[in-house]
């Protein structure tokens, strides 16, 4: 069956193909089926090689399959290979799996666009991509996967490109992804060009990560560090993550599929895949779970003050990604990328849920206009508040799991800090996604009557896709229940991948496990604190935004009172830490000179270096002819009509374009002989 | 006196069959004019048919000639690796010929002069790749040169006129220095043959001088050709001004040629020399990378946007010549390959979405394309994206083997300024794509280019080779790469 492997990412492929050529001609029908029947046919592979991998014993569970040699030169080789692994099985699962239900789900929510067809090509498109940079087995095909999903994810968040926030904000993410991409593709370029100097000519992971150990520390970890920064772009880390929420005005099911479930996960899975390498860097594993905290914190502070339903899920997303990047940073990968598939399933909810919304309220993303939709949409609300439970981190919810795991290893593994502040972000995200689910779902409904008319359930392709998604996102924890004799079955199944890692972090920190039975009690006393930590959350947001808890609370706790006696944090807090702003002055617009003073440099200076030379000449022309008449006046007269002759020839030489470039041309040669002559 | 004419030709070491290539060029140009003077004005597309079945069976003839041996008294060599570069001089004027059918009559310039020239533009660029003497070599250059000043003078318009005389003027210009640095050459060698001038390379003294200004001239010669800075600024005028047939064939063949000398002469007969040189055209490289990619983002015409990415191109194949060793003169030649189908590829597109006026060149024309002609706007992105160094296309494992080899070589800051410079353009292609698939039109009546383009059996063709061509050599560059490094062993 893994022989097969290729034919998972060929199927969106064959998908993408068909409705991005034919598309145009077909009916609605029959490209929302197609693009749905692959993704489903993918998914079912997917399904037969996870059970062909647990089948496996556990050392056999990493099977390369090549397809064919892409190009060799010399010692050098790269083929278009797979690596099937636990790790990669888990990613195509979720890819495949939540991808699948987002195609179904999009022929309900896309049904009313006029480019049906285009919309599912590059949808499409992106899983193929996607399930290349899971799939690849070396780190050229991840790359061709890793642009080529920022390509889709930029098309496809300016797909409304009528609209100029749209198109704006596809252009801000592609800067800001190329910004990171550079990072990424240095990093690769050290990497193998340190392996190349050590006489390995292979970018294949196994072959790599067999010899990270003989590359120096150092080295390692700028490797590592430029590898993190092209993560930073794609996972949206601080300082890269602006991109995002901007991302938003893409259509709903695109911010569910790409900018929270698969896509902006990319960066945290290529941490865990390269956990060999960075478990031999510390220093920059401080750096990414630093990063990744404060990003976490920072994110859920924004997330607590925005209206717009979309946008509190992107900073939550935002926000999720940094608990992922704080557990692969403190070595804890497997917690990592177990958040990051029970993220994939309650956040994939969350937004289908505030697409089903959007859908229901004519396009209204304000949650100030909403308000008891509960009575008008049973399914989605119902739906979206078991997502909202599970991010909480309430049990036995999915969340729970996941989060509750990567807290538990920060802790153990010592850094207090990076614990307090997850908690206290934890807090945070109970209390931001319950202000949306009481402003959204319950009250007495604030749209205008127009709207309010309108506000109709969604059709079934919408609403079974909610509860697929929402069963999952309830049972999707028990593969990470921690008391089991050998630890989660996530754990055991992730193991081996990251037996690498592993091996370098109990060298290093073998003490660790001394004392299981003390480390038992302790995880379920923080596991307590960690449930009443979101359950706080919850309460204080009721406490504010649920009407029949509103008449318990505190006169100051008011959302309007707490807004104007915080007027400074709020508008803060309200505005984004105006990270924006700060770039538009620091570096967008510096660039903007910068690239137009190029193009005047180009024209300008040369064009002034001319035109100067020229007037240098017709000043001295001019000099030389003041002089003649007035100091040498009527002795030398024939000669100074002479001069003046010459000065308007030159004038006229050096307007026309010609000579300028010749004299460039010229220059060039005298600074090349300069700068010889001063070599030698 | 009784000649023995056999004993001439042993001694003149006459091999008619080293030349082969570029004799049965040459007839097919001679006939070319022939037909011309009976055809009447309105029959000169036929000219076309003929170039093309011409080329078309010139082409396996210059792709098997292969001859180690320098003949005609050394003056000319048919190696393997002149007959690749012979190739990609060949498919590029095909591929220029079968547009420039349906852009002559579209720029009402139907004229028969204009085939034949393309022929001896092509004759030029052979004789420099064969070329195994600095006076042969000089003769191909030129001939190349005065060919493609007539070609960009073709469309008789104000901008044609003025891109033509900026490019003569420059052009001879250029030639002079050349000239200059293969006069020095002699004086300082004594020899104008290269395998001469590789052989006594070890006795020259490494503080000559005289050997240094050679050095310098030749280089500045040569980097006129490819469109190097500071000799870059003819480029983009020249090619705003020729019909954009003669554009592709300028920006690939004039290129190709040059760097195929370029690569003969420093990796040859100055190789000894490379400390020497090999500063000089670091400098160049980077230089010419950077700002042949930050300028391009400000241009508003894709051909003068397409002029600046071929400045980048040049300056990044520069690196290949720059490292100089086998793997990277094959990264070079591959380079030329797949720059010949990516680039012929945009400006096919180019060409057909030029209007009869001339206008329909600026990049806003494009908006909206994806809409109207999906398939011509999905060809365009492809070639835009290969232009970028985007895998899995071609321009990617183009890119791919230029800078392994730098690194390979510890060129790391080289290779660095390499990856800075295709982060860099990735704006302006993508620009084009961003245009073509996230704008509306501006005008929607029946004028606009994008409604307008005619697609011609002719162009579609075109297309879908260089499409699939471009794809191609992206996923399985390895037939031909193998080919690039059987070639340059021979060197």
Redesign the interface.
């Given at each position: 069956m893994v022989q097969y492997v290729w034919l998972i990412p060929l199927l969106p492929l064959i998908g993408a193909f068909i409705n991005g050529v034919f598309g145009s001609r077909l009916s609605k029908t029959t490209v929302g089926v197609l693009a749905s029947a692959l993704m489903g046919v993918s998914f079912i592979i997917a399904c037969s090689i996870f059970v062909h991998i647990i089948s496996l014993p556990v050392h056999e569970r990493s099977i390369e399959v090549s397809v064919y040699n892409w190009m060799t030169s010399g010692q050098f080789s790269v083929d278009i290979n797979f690596l099937v692994d636990p790790l990669s099985t888990l990613m195509i699962l979720v890819v495949t799996g939540v991808g699948f239900l987002i195609h179904v789900y999009s022929t309900g929510y896309m049904h009313h666009d006029k480019a049906f067809w285009r919309f599912f090509s590059y949808l499409n498109l992106f899983v193929f991509f996607m399930l290349m940079l899971v799939l690849g087995g070396n780190y050229l095909v991840m790359f061709l996967g890793w642009e080529g999903v920022g390509l889709c994810s930029y098309l496809l968040i300016g797909f409304w490109y009528e609209k100029k926030s749209a198109s704006d904000a596809g252009k801000k993410a592609f800067v800001v992804n190329r910004v990171g991409d550079f990072g990424f593709i240095l990093g690769l370029f050290l990497l193998f060009w340190t392996l190349s100097d050590s006489g390995i000519h292979s970018l294949n992971y196994g072959e790599v990560f067999a010899h990270a150990g003989s590359i120096d520390p150092a080295t390692i970890t700028i490797i590592t560090l430029l590898l993190f920064v092209g993560a930073c772009g794609k996972s949206a880390q601080f300082p890269l993550y602006v991109w995002l929420p901007d991302a938003m005005e893409g259509p709903t099911p695109v911010s569910a599929l790409i900018h929270a479930a698969t896509m902006v996960t990319a960066g945290v899975y290529m941490v865990a895949r390269n956990n060999a390498l960075y478990s031999l860097a510390p220093f920059t594993g401080e750096i990414v779970a630093s990063v990744g905290i404060f990003t976490a914190f920072f994110a859920a502070s924004i997330g607590l003050v925005q209206n717009d339903i979309k946008k509190v899920l992107a900073y939550s997303t935002v926000s999720q990604l940094g608990y992922m990047f704080a557990a692969v940073g403190v070595g804890a990968y497997t917690a990592g990328v177990f958040h990051l598939m029970t993220h994939a399933f309650f956040k994939g909810l969350l937004f289908l849920g505030s697409g089903s919304v959007i859908h229901a309220m004519s396009g209204e993303q304000d949650m100030r206009k909403m308000g008891g939709l509960h009575k008008h949409l049973k399914f989605t609300s119902t739906t979206f508040i078991i997502g909202a439970v599970a991010i909480a981190g309430i049990p036995p919810l999915a969340g729970f799991w996941s989060k509750d795991e990567i807290l538990w290893e920060v802790f153990e593994k010592g850094h207090i800090y990076i614990w307090i502040t997850g908690l206290v972000t934890a807090g945070m995200t109970a209390f931001y996604m319950f202000r949306q689910v009481f402003m959204t779902f319950t009250g007495e409904c604030r749209a205008d009557e127009h709207t309010k008319h309108h506000i109709h359930e969604s059709p079934k392709s919408m609403t079974v896709p909610l509860i697929i998604l929402a069963v999952l996102a309830v049972t999707g924890g028990v593969v990470g229940i921690p008391f089991f004799e050998e630890g989660t079955a996530a754990h055991h199944f992730l193991n081996s991948v990251f037996s690498h890692g592993a091996a370098v972090v109990n060298h290093q920190g073998a003490a660790a496990h001394d004392s299981e039975a003390i480390y038992g009690g302790l995880e379920f006393i923080l596991m307590i604190v960690s449930v009443c930590v979101g359950a706080l959350g919850i309460f204080l947001a009721s406490l504010m935004y649920y009407e029949p808890m509103k008449k318990y609370a505190p006169s100051f706790w008011k959302a309007e009172v707490m807004a104007s006696k915080f007027s400074g944090l709020y508008t803060l807090l309200y505005n984004k830490w105006y990270v924006d702003e700060i770039y538009d002055a620091c570096i967008v617009n510096p660039i903007k000179r910068a690239c137009a003073a190029c193009l005047r440099f180009d024209l300008g200076v040369l064009d002034g270096m001319v035109n100067g030379a020229g007037w240098l000449t017709r000043f001295a022309a001019w000099l030389s002819h003041k002089f003649d008449i007035y100091v040498i006046d009527g002795l030398v007269n024939s000669m100074a009509t002479g001069v003046s002759l010459d000065g308007r020839i030159l004038r006229r030489l050096s307007s026309g374009q010609i000579q300028h470039y010749a004299l460039v041309f010229v220059l060039g040669l005298i600074v090349i002989f300069g700068g010889f002559i001063l070599g030698y | 006196m009784i000649f023995n004419n056999a004993a001439i030709m042993q001694t003149l070491n006459v091999n008619l069959n080293a030349v082969a290539p570029v004799a049965l060029m040459t007839v097919l140009a001679i006939v070319l004019m022939v037909i011309d003077f009976f055809l009447k004005r309105e029959n000169k597309f036929s000219l076309g048919i003929v170039t093309l079945i011409g080329l078309v069976l010139i082409l396996p003839v210059a792709a098997t000639t292969v001859d180690p041996a320098p003949a005609f008294g050394g003056m000319v060599i048919a190696d393997a690796y002149a007959a690749f570069f012979n190739v990609v001089f060949i498919i590029a004027a095909i591929f220029a010929v079968v547009i420039s059918n349906d852009y002559l009559r579209k720029i009402s310039s139907e004229r028969g002069e204009y085939y034949y020239i393309i022929i001896f533009a092509t004759i030029g660029m052979m004789v420099m790749a064969s070329a195994n003497d600095l006076v042969n070599l000089y003769v191909g250059l030129e001939l190349m040169s005065l060919s493609f000043y007539i070609l960009v003078a073709m469309r008789r318009s104000a901008t044609g006129a003025e891109g033509a005389?900026?490019y003569f003027?420059?052009g001879a210009?250029?030639s002079g220095?050349l000239l200059y640095g293969i006069t020095f050459t002699y004086g300082f060698a004594g020899t104008t043959n290269l395998t001469e001038i590789a052989r006594m390379g070890v006795n020259l003294s490494s503080?000559n001088?005289y050997l240094?200004i050679a050095i310098?001239m030749l280089?500045?010669g040569f980097a006129?050709k490819i469109a190097a800075?500071?000799?870059h600024?003819?480029s983009p005028d020249a090619y705003e001004g020729a019909p954009t047939p003669v554009t592709a064939l300028l920006s690939v063949g004039s290129k190709a040629a040059a760097f195929a000398f370029f690569l003969r002469f420093f990796g040859g007969a100055f190789h000894e020399f490379h400390a020497h040189w090999a500063?000089?055209l670091w400098?160049l490289s980077a230089a010419t990378m950077l700002?042949g990619a930050?300028?391009a983002?400000?241009q508003k015409n894709i051909v003068r946007m397409l002029a600046y990415s071929s400045i980048a191109h040049a300056g990044i194949i520069l690196i290949g010549v720059v490292v100089m060793n086998g793997?990277a003169s094959?990264?070079v030649m591959f380079y030329m390959f797949v720059y010949a189908f990516m680039n012929m590829g945009a400006f096919t597109v180019v060409a057909l979405m030029a209007r009869n006026d001339g206008t329909g060149k600026s990049i806003s024309d494009y908006k909206g394309l994806?809409g109207r002609r999906?398939?011509l706007a999905?060809v365009m992105a492809l070639f835009l994206l290969s232009l970028a160094g985007?895998?899995?296309t071609g321009g990617f494992?183009a890119k791919?083997?230029i800078?392994?080899s730098a690194?390979?070589a510890r060129y790391?800051w080289l290779?660095?300024i390499g990856?800075?410079s295709t982060?860099i353009s990735?704006?302006f292609y993508?620009k084009v794509i961003?245009y073509m698939?996230?704008?509306?039109p501006d005008a929607l009546d029946d004028m606009a280019p994008v409604t307008q383009a005619p697609s011609t059996l002719a162009y579609n063709i075109i297309i879908f080779i260089t499409a699939v061509s471009t794809m191609v050599l992206g996923?399985?560059?390895?037939p031909v790469?193998?080919m690039a490094?059987a070639a340059v062993s021979h060197l």
């Open positions: - | 005389l900026k003027i420059l210009f250029s220095i503080a001088h240094l310098i280089v500045a006129f800075f500071p000799f600024l003819w500063g000089l400098i700002v930050t300028v983002i400000q793997f094959a990264g994806a999906p398939v999905f985007i895998p899995p494992t791919f083997f800078l392994a690194i390979e790391y290779a660095a990856v800075i982060v990735l704006f993508a961003f698939y996230m704008k509306e996923l399985c560059p390895t790469m193998d490094i």
